[in-house]
């Protein structure tokens, strides 16, 4: 168990870059030009990134290979004045003017690592990203949605760049602005929550140890994870599709997948925290075309109980594809909450099998319906059971 969970917390450290909304209003808050600027904030103690001032902006380099990998989280350049004023829940976007070395040594990837914090010196949140090595500066937007604290005046951003020993990164700029994300309309008895975008979005995962057969990337299409192999259970191959909100239990909801399935069979679909969380088997059909499918969870987790009473936060989703070979590619993930019970909007549905009604058809374990004469395993009504 130990193992799947750092599976699925890694897949959480997938990070957008310049995928805000269009309709999302950007109030900058902090500009920073490190163009001929010498900082005033440089590295101490153990930290082992060397910081010089240069034409093009502020340098920054690791020669060093830390032997240990905790201790390469100490080793960060703090790129503002303590200032910064976040409130809790609130969405915030770091755009970094940026130069990026080719290759990291560290790096599983043709691509670098970095990772952005937001925060003061007691609480933080962080962002891992990762960033195509280029001979031009970059302009890239990281994402920091529903800050997990109030800062009050003493807030900073920092960055880490550990993955990247003996190559240099170049920043020229580094600004911050809190993104204003209008109130959703309430349509057909729904009201969205959360949506994720995943077209021409970098995405990457990280893990401990040997790499597993199956990898996610971003492509211009969405976010593909790519399962060479049929596993034995689902969750042996699964990314976080869309995370950071907050539910209610007790309540109907419905996440709706624009996806596209490489081949017949059968997805798991788990939203919830750490805490608690509900999940559903999900058979779909192989098709080039893109699939817009509802899953629904009605009575979300019951009469679970919270320490923040009914509000269960930062939640999240998780795309189980391990019963699925070949790349699935997620465009879009949006959460919805019903507010009335009726229309589900103008869309294709396919409901979970859990989520149907107890009509009696029977399944694979590939997705597809099955007769009396089949033997094996099967799902119907929402539960496994074997026919002899």
């Known amino acids: ?80 004045d303590d200032c910064l004023t976040l409130q809790k829940k609130h969405n915030y976007i770091v755009r970094l003017t940026i130069k990026v070395p080719h290759k990291g040594e560290y ?19 962080q962002s891992r990203v990762a960033i195509n090595g280029d001979d031009d500066f970059q302009v890239v937007d990281v994402e920091i949605p529903r800050f997990p604290y109030d800062i009050e005046g003493d807030g900073h951003i920092a960055i880490r760049p550990q993955f990247i020993k003996g190559y240099t990164t170049t920043l020229k700029e580094v600004e911050v602005f809190e993104e204003i994300i209008p109130e959703s309309p309430v349509i057909d008895g729904m009201k969205l929550l959360c949506e994720k975008n995943w077209e021409g979005v970098d995405a990457v995962i990280f893990w401990d140890g040997e790499k597993p057969d199956w990898d996610v990337e971003g492509t211009d299409e969405g976010v593909a994870l790519t399962n060479p192999t049929l596993k034995a259970e689902g969750w042996a191959a699964q990314m976080g599709v869309i995370t950071d909100f907050d539910l209610e239990p007790n309540h109907n909801y419905v996440v709706r997948l624009t996806m596209k399935a490489p081949s017949d069979g059968t997805y798991i679909v788990r939203m919830g925290n750490w805490d608690a969380s509900s999940l559903y088997e999900l058979p779909v ?81 590939a997705g597809q319906k099955v007769d009396a004469s089949y033997k094996g395993i099967v799902i119907q009504n929402g539960k496994k059971r074997i026919v002899r």
């Open 1 to 80: 168990m130990k193992k799947v969970l750092f599976i699925v917390a890694a897949l959480f450290a997938v990070v957008s870059v310049n995928a805000q909304e269009e309709n999302n209003e950007l109030v900058s808050l902090l500009k920073v030009n490190f163009m001929d600027v010498s900082p005033s904030y440089m590295p101490t103690g153990d930290n082992h990134i060397i910081v010089e001032p240069a034409d093009e902006g502020l340098a920054l380099s690791n020669p060093t290979n830390p032997v240990d990998f905790d201790n390469r989280w100490w080793s960060k350049v703090v790129l503002s």
């Open 107 to 125: 790096s599983h990837f043709d691509n670098v690592l970095y990772t952005v914090l937001v925060g003061n010196n007691t609480y933080q949140t």
């Open 285 to 365: 059909a192989g098709s080039d075309d893109w699939q817009v499918i509802d899953v629904q969870f009605p009575d979300f987790c019951g009469d679970i109980k919270t320490e923040t009473g009914n509000l269960m936060e930062n939640c999240f989703v998780i795309l189980q594809c391990g019963l699925v070979v070949g790349a699935t590619v997620v465009k879009k993930v949006e959460v919805y909450e019903v507010l009335g019970s009726g229309a589900r909007g103008g869309t294709t549905v396919i409901d979970s099998v859990k989520a149907v009604k107890s009509d009696g058809q029977m399944y694979n374990l």
